[in-house]
């Protein structure tokens, strides 16, 4: 399909494409300091299990804003503790009520910065949602699973937690070994009757065996809600990207059919669904133009009745404030645009980039890569059309010095991909399922041919 069919396929005119790209540029503040946000009231859901009034729009605290390099990730960096005050102030003021964090995030101090961010409101104001983050052969046992829990609260400031989730499942012999056969989800279960797990429920990362598992398990353990992988790119197209996660519309599914509340996760796919290819960014403004690239991912999970909450990792001020226009309130998709999204699906998959959202959760590396700067590089040239791949393009040449540029300019050179020892260290720790090793020798490579022309 190429771009006029794309583009007839939409029902959307050259003409109209064009006036739509003018309107593409740099996210600007949408208020200044000492102005207000003019919105709507913000859009929330019903938890079935405890009534619970969520807003559909959560703040997810594991990228919160850094002292060093503005953007904290799962470690490095200070946070920065006074602007992480005032994104959660402007988000309380506008109906933001569910925060999510873990142990493991901000390299160990998003529990304790979110925390003190949220100790400044009435504890009837907010829903807080950590993890039993216990990964380590220390976590695994119940006295260190048990601390771990212990900490949760004492960093966050509070006697109960609303959401507790078993965090990142995805092999059920990694789950039984975390938390079944030490006894901690027993124990966990005792500490939901006594109220102070409002909530219990996991993240998912792993197979459709292992999900169907957690699924059967749910008449014993009653699974308050799951936490899942959720996009327009994943709702159908999981499975084609080489990846061995779940299609989101099965777990999606199975999840509503016993009444389990979905949080979801990944809403833009690591960033990559608001930074989409030209020709897609101005489809999308032509239907909308006032409205950002990323504002249609998270109006596709709010669409979908079932869902409680869409966790958003809001940085930067321009992204909540964005995100506040799309949820206060929500405007659901109708026919039309959910059949204009899987077009744009179908075109998105046609770049083959490698499909990481920059959780980082596989650092850090032993050898000192920097896994997802290099596929984010990566990324960012197929996305852009700027890949050096025919030498008999006209452009070639100067696609060529580009990418070797940025790649220099970007990722440090002890960071970059040829330094990889293949240890695979990172494996099992990559939600996404990407042979990490594998594509680094082929990144490799592709670099090295470039620089020996």
């Known amino acids: 399909m190429d771009r006029r069919e794309f583009l007839k396929r939409l029902g959307i005119s050259s003409a109209a494409v064009g006036v739509a790209a003018a309107s593409i540029g740099k996210p600007k503040y949408l208020f200044a300091e000492d102005d207000k946000l003019q919105l709507g009231e913000m859009t929330y859901r019903t938890n079935s299990s405890t009534g619970d009034k969520v807003s559909l729009l959560g703040y997810g ?21 006074e602007q992480t005050n005032h994104l959660v102030d402007v988000a309380m003021e506008h109906g933001v009520n569910y925060y999510d964090t873990a142990p493991v995030y901000g390299n160990g101090k998003s529990e304790e910065a979110t925390g003190i961010a949220l100790h400044r409101y009435p504890r009837d104001k907010y829903f807080v949602a950590t993890k039993l983050s216990n990964f380590s052969p220390e976590g695994k046992t119940i006295e260190g699973a048990k601390k771990m829990y212990h900490n949760s609260m004492k960093y966050l400031q509070v006697d109960y937690i609303d959401y507790y989730l078993l965090h990142s499942v995805g092999d059920i012999g990694d789950f039984n070994a975390r938390f079944v056969d030490n006894g901690m989800l027993d124990y966990l279960m005792e500490e939901r009757k006594a109220g102070r797990v409002r909530n219990l ?86 239907h909308e133009p006032e409205k950002s690239v990323a504002s249609w991912a998270f109006r596709f999970c709010g669409t979908w009745p ?54 980082r959760y596989c650092m850090p590396c032993p050898a000192g890569v920097d896994i997802p700067l290099v596929f984010s590089h990566y990324n960012k040239c197929i996305n852009d059309k700027q890949m050096p791949l025919n030498k008999r393009d006209d452009d070639y040449e100067e696609k060529r010095k580009a990418f070797l540029v940025g790649y220099d300019n970007q990722v440090p050179k002890l960071a970059q991909a040829d330094q990889c020892v293949d240890c695979e260290e990172c494996l099992p720790k990559c939600p996404q399922g990407i042979q990490i090793p594998k594509k680094m020798a082929e990144i490799t490579t592709f670099v090295n041919s470039l620089r020996e022309e």
């Open 61 to 81: 605290m594991m990228r919160l804003p850094s002292k060093r390099t503005g953007n904290q990730g799962w470690g490095g960096g200070t946070i920065d503790q």
């Open 201 to 286: 429920g996991f993240s998912f990362h792993g197979s459709k065996e292992a999900f169907d598992e957690t699924m059967r398990l749910h008449e014993k353990y009653h699974w308050d809600f799951v936490q899942i992988q959720m996009n327009y790119l994943d709702w159908k197209n999981a499975k084609s990207q080489n990846r061995p996660n779940i299609n989101a519309d099965y777990l999606y599914n199975e999840l509503t059919k016993r009444n389990i509340s979905v949080v979801i996760m990944e809403p833009l796919f690591g960033g990559r669904l608001a930074k989409v290819s030209g020709d897609i960014a101005k489809v999308l403004k032509s």
């Open 306 to 359: 079932n869902v409680l909450t869409t966790l958003s990792g809001m940085t930067y001020m321009e992204h909540l404030e964005d995100n506040l226009k799309t949820f206060c309130p929500l405007k659901p998709l109708n026919n039309q645009e959910m059949q204009m999204l899987e077009a744009v699906c179908d075109e998105m998959l046609k770049y083959h980039q490698v499909p990481c959202t920059a959780c």
